[in-house]
């Protein structure tokens, strides 16, 4: 009994494709910049040290932690071209208030923060994106669309250094545009870019962008986010309460996979450099090739696991992705009985500075230059005895960090592609907004927190005690779902209007 015109379908899927762009557009608007964050960050301000960068890069996750909820409120009441059109003009603004960071005589480092927080502020429309085609999709769409969703967000990830890069062939100086009091050079047009494609993206959302709204078998019904367009429609049907049980169990997972991988990420670079006596340009390049690999091999996952998931189901691979993911972090713990290369140079020549555990654990964008005597030449490789766990912790040989890296790259994407898939079922035809608003601001939480951990357990325990905690918490994790496994099944399904 599915009715829907062709007219109607159409209109439906192309706005589901913006909301693809509007995701993809939000990732890019944070990954675009983060190479060269530390480099424009001294030029602008020479005060400005690793531990600020830090809370540069967490302030566009706190800002989209926040935002989130209040743009999945707002959506729930009025229609969503209101919060996406907000939210991404607010992007914009922030986007041009960074190209002109330079101008003010002081506290340049304070108007970066502020321009990196709000484009994270303007990143919140993630919430409304996902609430959008949760609603908008039935239930046998659901699984595709939001993986396409990820996938598009895991594409921009990618794409937003790869645009950098291009940039930086303007060079430093670049072109001064006096009457616009604006530097074009390769710090400031990539967020000029990411402007212009936000302005694109506002035309867009006026022009194509519509509401619609389904039920899980796919009938258009009216919604409160309605504004008058289309008439022939079924009332909505929201009889019964949302599980709120398996609503919380979900968010907890979803921190727990965003927390992981924040993990994973951040450890890269130190971990690489303690291990294999790596330089910091070794470290970049090869971890950025590894890394590139990942984000390739993660879009091929949300694509096969829309097909995977029509014959297995969403909760039966959320816990095989939980395991992969264990698999991958119980196999970065030492096992062999060789010990890591130890930077003696730290002791041997008091005039080199020591490493603090806060910049060793920077990313390797801000770690800051060893300002080293005349008579050496090289910067100092290995395990630094600062370390003092470097002294007795066997290294991690590079197969199992090989291994490990594929693993997670694996894992990762199954478990954020089946919560948000799982999450939107368990909540039904009710309002999303405020709802993907929580589990989107669990996720930016997680990514502020796990940077955090690593720098207090990994620097001062070493990585046996790092990684063991990691799987401690993924075994939680499992033994959750396994718990709550009987009410992850769709509203639809938990009051018998649909058959599982």
């Known amino acids: 009994d599915v009715v829907e015109t062709q007219e109607h379908y159409k209109s439906r899927w192309r706005s589901i494709w913006i909301m693809y762009l509007t995701m993809f557009l939000s990732s890019v608007g944070f990954s675009i910049v983060i190479m060269s964050v530390w480099p424009y960050l001294q030029k602008i301000d ?38 996406l059109v907000v939210s991404t003009a607010i992007s914009v603004a922030a986007n041009c208030l960074y190209a002109y960071v330079h101008l003010p005589h002081s506290h340049n480092k304070y108007y970066m923060l502020t321009a990196r927080a709000l484009v994270g502020f303007g990143a919140g429309n993630v919430a409304v994106v996902r609430s959008y085609i949760a609603g908008a999709t039935s239930l046998t769409e659901r699984t595709s669309a939001m993986a396409n969703t990820s996938a598009c967000q895991a594409v921009g990830f990618i794409l937003g250094p790869v645009f950098q890069t291009c940039f930086t062939l303007i060079g430093e100086e670049g ?61 909505q049907n929201t009889e019964g309460s949302i599980d709120h049980v398996a609503v919380v169990a979900l968010n907890i997972l979803f921190f727990v996979i965003l927390f992981v991988f924040a993990v994973f990420e951040t450890i890269a670079t130190p971990l690489t450099m303690d291990m294999y006596s790596w330089t910091r340009k070794q470290a970049v390049f090869y971890n950025g090739i590894i890394l590139s690999a990942i984000g390739i091999e993660s879009v091929i996952v949300f694509m096969v696991v829309k097909t995977l998931s029509k014959k297995t189901g969403e909760r039966a691979i959320l816990h095989a992705g939980l395991l992969i993911v264990l698999v991958g972090f119980f196999i970065l713990l030492p096992w062999g009985k060789k010990l890591p290369n130890i930077q003696w140079q730290e002791i041997k020549n008091t005039t080199i500075p020591r490493t603090a555990p806060s910049e060793m654990l920077a990313p390797f964008w801000s770690l800051p230059e060893l300002q080293l005597p005349s008579n050496h030449t090289a910067e100092p490789v290995g395990c630094p005895v600062t370390q003092s766990w470097c002294l007795n912790t066997p290294m991690i040989y590079l197969a199992q960090y090989i291994s490990s890296d594929v693993l997670i790259g694996l894992g990762y994407p ?63 994790s499992l033994l959750l779902l396994e718990i709550v496994y009987k009410r992850l099944i769709a509203f639809s399904v938990r009051y018998g209007r649909m058959q599982e």
């Open 46 to 83: 020479p005060t400005a040290d690793a531990s600020f960068l830090g809370w540069i890069i967490a302030s566009y996750s706190i800002g989209q932690m926040v935002a989130s909820p209040l743009f999945g409120l707002w959506s729930n009441y009025r229609p969503r071209r209101e919060p």
């Open 175 to 235: 072109v001064t545009w006096k009457f616009l009091y604006l530097q074009l050079n390769m710090y400031t047009a990539p967020v000029l870019f990411g402007a212009l494609l936000g302005v694109i993206n506002i035309i867009l959302i006026f022009a194509i962008f519509r509401e619609h709204r389904v039920d899980d078998l796919g009938r258009q019904y009216k919604s409160i986010n309605s504004d008058g367009e289309g008439s022939d429609v079924l009332d």
């Open 414 to 476: 199954v478990c954020n592609v089946m919560s948000y898939t799982l999450y939107s079922k368990v909540l039904g035809p009710k309002p999303q907004g405020v709802y993907m608003g929580w589990l989107t601001a669990s996720g930016s939480g997680a990514r502020i927190l796990g940077p955090v951990f690593v720098s207090q357990i990994y620097t001062h325990l070493g990585p046996r005690w790092a990684f063991s905690l990691i799987c401690g918490v993924v075994v939680v």
